[in-house]
Each structure stands twice: as C-alpha cells, then as structure tokens.
C-alpha cells in the first residue's frame, strides 16, 4: 500500500547545528501514528518541516503520491493536510459557530455551511456553546474548537501538535476519544505527543525521536516495553 506520508532522510539544520537529522517516517492511510520523544528531540522542528513552515536542509517528503518537499504551506492544504498548532489561535470575540464558519465558507457550499457547522459542533461536544465568544471557553473547549477549525478543511491527513499541552486529565482522556472517533470516520493522524497515557489511549503506531533522529518505532506495547525508551525519557540505566 502506498503510504499516505513518506519522509525519506529529512534533515534540518540551523548553522552548524542540527534540529533534525536523516528522518525517515511513513505514515499510512487510516493511521493514528504518534511522533513522541523528550524535551529538545527535535518534534516540533519535523512537524514544521512537514507542514512547511521550515524548508528540509536534506531530504525529501512525498504526501499523497506527489513531492511536496519544496511546497509553501498552503499548497499542502490544498493537497489534503490540516494542522492544529499546540497553542489554541481561535478568534476569541467571535461565537464559536462563527468561528467554524469562518473555517468552512471556503471549502462548503454556503447552503450547507449551516448544516456542517452543526454536525461539527456535535462532534466537538461545543453544541451548547455555539453562540458564546470563543473566548470564554475552557482551555480544553478551545482546543476541541481549534481542531474542528481544522477538520472544517476536509482533510485526509490532520496533524496535531501536543493537543493536550495544558489540559487536564479528563480533558486529555475526551481529547482522545474525540481523536478516536475522527479517526474511526477515515482521517488520519500525525500526532506529536509527550503524555504516554494519552499516546498508549490513541496510537495505532509510534515513533520515538531522540536528538533529533529516530530511535525507536512500533506499537505502543513495543515501546513502552523497551527499556531504552525508558532510559531517554526518565534517565533509567539499561544493560548494553
């Protein structure tokens, strides 16, 4: 099968040194792939060197059979990638319908807008929340908001950037489930994480940068149970 996302050998560097180093990632269609690691292994920099806020050094990215390595941010979208940033950026004076509105007038029919931001709203669990300001939701509302902001888009492949970062337990347990079910209705995830609890609730796969480079991939099972992984994430010895 075709992989939905290839990343072949993908580098960045600034100056002399490097953020990124020879990455190589698939993930597949119908995935939830969870990208995790520790402080300052380089997550986020591959995030923005795949959705194309940062140019690779090296390497290359081929998203739904077409190169996208050179391609501005934009045109991604276009091609079917949606993005949720970690930190919330809805338009907080605005109602919540409103804002979902605003996400979906350029990609829905404007007889149906109606319609999907009400299907949107219910699978978001914001129903009763559609006409307050954005602003006074809850962290973890506006994080659920943001992300049907982004499946306004239609994507085939969304990727979320530590959508728990500040939510608290059962806030991140509902994130997930809301991920799940995304998911089982045939988008699929790119997901960069820290929380394993979350991870272990969400991930189909994983993959584990360290220092910038991959250092483990498998099931959740498999790398919870590799004392390596442990090492790097807590400092716990492991025999050579």
């Given at each position: 099968m075709t992989p939905l996302l290839q990343i072949t050998g993908a580098s960045k560097h600034f100056g002399g040194l490097f953020a990124v180093e020879d990455v190589t990632l698939t993930v597949h269609t119908g995935e939830i792939h969870c990208l995790i690691g520790p402080n300052g292994a380089g997550k986020s920099t591959l995030f923005k060197v795949i959705v194309g806020t940062y140019p690779p050094s090296a390497g290359r990215i081929v998203?739904?059979?077409?190169?996208?390595?050179?391609?501005?941010?934009f045109a991604r979208v276009i091609r079917g990638m949606s993005i949720k940033l970690q930190a919330p950026s809805v338009f907080k004076t605005l109602p919540v319908r409103q804002n979902l509105h605003i996400a979906l007038q350029d990609h829905v029919a404007r007889?149906?807008?109606?319609?999907?931001e009400d299907r949107l709203l219910g699978i978001l669990g914001l129903a009763a929340e559609a006409e307050r300001p954005a602003g006074l939701l809850s962290h973890g509302q506006q994080q659920w908001l943001e992300i049907g902001m982004a499946l306004a888009l239609c994507p085939v492949l969304l990727l979320l950037d530590e959508p728990t970062a500040g939510l608290s337990p059962e806030e991140t347990f509902r994130t997930g489930e809301l991920?799940?079910?995304?998911?089982?209705?045939?988008?699929?995830?790119?997901?960069?994480?820290?929380?394993?609890?979350?991870?272990?609730?969400?991930?189909t796969s994983v993959t584990v940068l360290h220092l910038g480079k991959i250092f483990a991939h498998g099931s959740i099972?498999?790398?919870?149970?590799?004392?390596?992984v442990a090492e790097i994430y807590l400092g716990t010895p492991h025999a050579a």
């Open positions: 998203f739904r059979g077409t190169d996208i390595t050179e391609a501005k941010p007889a149906a807008i109606r319609a999907e991920i799940k079910r995304l998911n089982a209705g045939g988008t699929t995830m790119l997901v960069v994480e820290h929380d394993m609890a979350f991870v272990r609730q969400i991930a099972d498999e790398i919870t149970a590799d004392p390596r």
